[in-house]
């Protein structure tokens, strides 16, 4: 079975810069997930989708991040202007009816 | 104050050693435990769920005090593998990790 696909795998831009990352969730897993793991930290979540709706983004900072599942399938997270504090691990996840988390490699993004 | 907190460590324990590791959580509203390890620059995975009834995988033995709000994680003969960093999780909806306790097995 495929596991959570993701990329790019690095991304390196400089402060009010766009960038935006993808994420392929297990096939047939209904619920997605986005996390921002900063260095020293565990794992927070920024938003979590089941289908093509949104469940909880309540730690999202909707002011420059924003995040779709258009299809129910593919997502994207985009932030846009980037600051110095989002340097971090981007990590999508996916679960089949709320049971285990499978992780994606994560996108490392690097704001200069 | 964190919502789920743990010792960031590190451990740093020879081969064959037993340790433990412990971690709080703040909201009784917390509805599921997880143990997950993550190695260096890779991605979190699951290590085991965590019930009242405490649970055990091998080395591995996980216990649950919803009373006092307190998850532990014993290893038992420790092996250079088990380095890694083992986080603390609980579920509202989506996962709620700890920062993580630093485990180094040296030989």
């Known amino acids: 079975e495929a596991g959570v696909a993701q990329s790019p795998r690095y991304k390196i831009i400089e402060k009010r810069q766009s960038v935006a990352f993808w994420c392929n969730p297990i096939?047939?897993?209904?619920?997605l997930y986005w996390y921002q793991q900063i260095l020293g930290q565990g794992p927070k979540l920024l938003i979590q989708?089941?289908?093509?709706?949104?469940?909880?983004d309540s730690q999202l900072p909707k002011d420059r991040f924003s995040a779709e599942r258009l299809k129910g399938v593919d997502s994207t997270l985009k932030i846009q202007p980037a600051k110095l504090e989002d340097s971090a691990v981007y990590l999508c996840?996916?679960?089949?009816?709320?049971?285990?988390?499978?992780f994606g490699p994560g996108t490392r993004l690097t704001v200069t | 104050r964190k919502e789920v907190e743990q010792d960031p460590g590190p451990f740093n324990v020879p081969e064959g050693a037993t340790v433990a590791f412990n971690c709080t959580y703040s909201?009784?509203?917390?509805?599921?435990f997880f143990w997950y390890r993550q190695d260096c620059r890779k991605e979190p995975k699951l290590l085991m769920s965590?019930?009242?009834s405490g649970n055990e995988d091998g080395r591995f033995t996980a216990q649950l005090n919803r009373a006092s709000q307190y998850i532990s994680l014993l290893i038992r003969d420790s092996k250079l593998s088990d380095s890694a960093t083992y986080l603390c999780?609980?579920?509202?909806?989506?996962?709620?990790f700890g920062t993580g306790t630093r485990l180094q097995v040296f030989p």
């Open positions: 965590v019930y009242s």
């Open positions: 096939s047939g897993h209904a619920t």
């Open positions: 996840a996916s679960s089949n009816r709320g049971y285990e988390q499978y």
């Open positions: 989708f089941q289908n093509n709706g949104v469940v909880d």
């Open positions: 909201n009784s509203a917390s509805q599921s």
């Open positions: 999780v609980v579920r509202r909806g989506g996962l709620i």
